[in-house]
């Protein structure tokens, strides 16, 4: 089975895990700030928390923005549920924004309709790696004093206007699961420039609790455990000292679907992108029995296709909980049509040619 995504790890990586079972230290040794100093030089930004999940980063963020009961947040629907789940877990209001049928990501010609006096901040989620118009969506962000948050668990490593995503947005959160730009297993991180946003979501990080001048612990927040290990800090380490390799192969896998598939027209193929850090590649059927059938005849062929992502209000809790009524067209329709063809670095090119051949020959091209 050729997989949608996959970890790559070598033999640099194993090591730098192994010298911190030798270090001493499993949890909170040094590890942990060198990596947050080396993400934040990456990302070109002040403040990099490490963490253990994407999701503890998107609580965090949300928390230390103080998004709380009554306040509307504006979100796109095409994401992982965590983006929206933190956000009612912090008692937040969701209104969905529709996406851009072409770039898949949040339409920003549609934020400016859905602000009301309640809304505090717009979360954008670079989806399949590509980074928002994030020119257009501050300065909306900017004229109605509203913060700007960036689900960018696809795009670390991705270009922005010939800076790197990290510091464009008032927070931004990655997450390090193993199909995503780099990995420590299990794993994610809070960049910003804002002291204070950062300040917060390091107390929270441990417990809300922090030493005073005597050396006694004491707790001022209601806090969680979202720390990341020393070992898994520097796996995360060694890793980023691969994130431009990994770049640079994800944009040779889409160089050789969009040659192999030339000008097939047959599907919906990407919207190319130089900036892109091509986490996913996603195309689009013309309807959902189609897709339906291309599913079954590629996992036929072994080739493992994913969907990214139903849209969030059709989950059933979603359903349930009050979102039954939303309605997104363009998001209803890439609901129905979109297949997440393998996109990772250990693909060859023999395997995007036998994929994009098997869809071919699904439509009998
Ligand atoms: C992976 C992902 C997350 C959550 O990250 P975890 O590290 O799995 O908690 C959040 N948002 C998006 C868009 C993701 O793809």
Known sequence: MIQYGKQNINDDDKKAVIDVFNSGYLTQGPQIEIFEKKLASYCN?????????????LHLAYLAANIGEGDEVIVPPNTFVATTNMLLACGAKLVFCDIDINTHNIDES?????????????????????????????????????????DAAHSLGADYKNSKVGGIADMTTLSFHPVKSITTA???????????????????RSHGVTKNQEGENQMFELGYNYRISDLLAA???????????????????????????????????????????????????DNKETRKLLR??????????????????????????????VVCPNMDLYHDTAITLPCHTLLEKSDIDYICKSVKSFFNE
């Open 45 to 57: 930004v002040k403040y990099a928390l490490a963490l253990n999940s994407g999701t503890a980063a």
């Open 110 to 150: 549609k934020i400016e309709s859905l602000i009301t006096s309640k809304t505090k901040a717009i979360v954008a989620v670079d989806f399949s790696g590509r980074p928002c118009e994030y020119e257009e969506i501050l300065n909306i962000a900017k004229k109605h004093n509203l913060l700007l948050i960036d």
């Open 186 to 204: 299990e794993g994610g991180a809070l960049l910003t420039n804002n002291r204070d946003f950062f300040e917060r979501a390091k107390l929270l």
């Open 235 to 285: 796996l995360g380490s060694s890793q980023l000292d691969r994130l431009d390799e990994f770049i640079t192969k994800r944009r040779e896998v889409v160089t050789w679907y969009e040659a192999s598939f030339g000008s097939f027209d047959k599907a919906h193929l990407p919207a190319p992108s130089n900036e892109s850090s091509w986490h996913l590649y996603v195309i689009r059927t």
């Open 296 to 325: 079954e005849h590629l996992l036929k062929a072994d080739i493992g296709v994913n969907f990214h992502y139903p849209a969030v209000y059709k989950h059933p809790y979603y359903q349930k909980n009050g979102f039954d009524g």
